[in-house]
């Protein structure tokens, strides 16, 4: 799975984000991790957006700064997928629900193991943030990151009940050491 490498969105990638982009969108389904990505027709303006939401100033009060990144597989340079690291868990929808970490699977590339890599990938990325152990979440029924979070050191913390919608997320904390080496 070597294969896979991990870069912040720029405008040289500009078709290959279209394209992710797009398979959501005929697949009729959440885009996860890309902060915002399905909100905007100017992609150009989503990678000045990931830019400015890095840093304290550039993210609504309120909200966490944080870095999105592009799962690319080298061989072909399709987009396979997307994350986002928030910085810190200072907020009740990111301590009891978002995590830390964000991430989605282009549907067509689902079940190749590309999630479980670039969680790997996303976990070494959040340790140079200074991240020591990460909260990472899933939807109480999504077994398949449920799995990809347990291949990658996940431990059990518990589900957490949505006192609006009734939503259950699955809440699992990941130690961030040696490069995540699970």
């Known amino acids: 799975m070597s294969d896979l490498v991990l870069m912040k969105p720029n405008t040289d990638a500009l ?19 890309g902060a915002h990505l399905a909100d905007y027709d100017d992609l150009e303006a989503w990678i000045e957006h990931t830019k400015a939401i890095e840093t304290e100033e550039g993210v609504k009060k309120g909200r966490a ?30 301590i009891n629900f978002a995590g830390h970490i964000g991430y989605s699977i282009c549907p067509s590339e689902r079940r190749q193991g590309y999630a479980k890599e670039q969680l ?29 979070i347990l291949a990658n050191g996940g431990i059990y913390d518990n589900i957490y009940v949505d006192p609006e919608d009734h939503s259950q997320t699955k809440r699992f904390w990941i130690e961030v050491i040696d490069g995540n080496k699970p």
């Open 15 to 33: 078709e290959t984000i279209a394209a992710y982009q797009n398979e959501f969108l005929e697949a009729k389904e959440h885009l996860y991790g």
């Open 65 to 94: 700064p944080s870095s999105t990144f592009l799962c690319i597989r080298q061989s072909d340079q399709k987009m396979v997928g997307i994350c986002n690291i928030r910085h810190h868990l200072q907020q009740a929808f990111l």
């Open 120 to 148: 790997r990938l996303a976990l070494i990325e959040a340790e140079k943030l200074g991240i020591t152990k990460a909260l990472v979440t899933c939807d109480h029924q999504n077994i398949a990151s449920e799995k990809t």
